[in-house]
Nanobody, 115 residues
């Protein structure tokens, strides 16, 4: 049974940083591309970063240069370092994997940027 559990969200001032983590279980973690999405109030869910099993990363245009995705295949975790936060980054952040055509999601972790 695939399980994804995110952590690390919180309240942060503009310009601040957070490190989000997602712990995965129920599948061969190293074999799958992992994704981070976010959903702001009233907006559609947005793909912000993706990383292959071998560590190749890609980013959405809105976060390039500020977000860094990484993974530890020995610990079955994928991380998202988010820097230079602005109000536009306020959202619920979700970890995601697609396995045999089915999308799996964690419960999400809230990031709120306030001044």
């Amino acid at each position: 049974q695939v399980q994804l559990v995110e952590s690390g969200g919180g309240l942060v001032q503009p310009g601040g940083s957070l490190r989000l983590s997602c712990e995965a279980s129920g599948f061969v973690f190293s074999a799958y591309t992992m994704n981070w999405y976010r959903q702001a109030p009233g907006k559609e869910r947005e793909l912000v970063a993706t990383i292959t099993g071998g560590g190749t990363a890609k980013y959405g245009d809105s976060v390039k240069g500020r977000f860094t995705i990484s993974r530890d295949n020995a610990k079955n975790t994928v991380n998202l370092q988010i820097n230079s936060l602005g109000s536009e980054d306020t959202a619920v952040y979700f970890c995601n994997v697609v396995k045999r055509g089915r999308r799996y999601w964690g419960q999400g972790t809230q990031v709120t940027v306030f001044s």
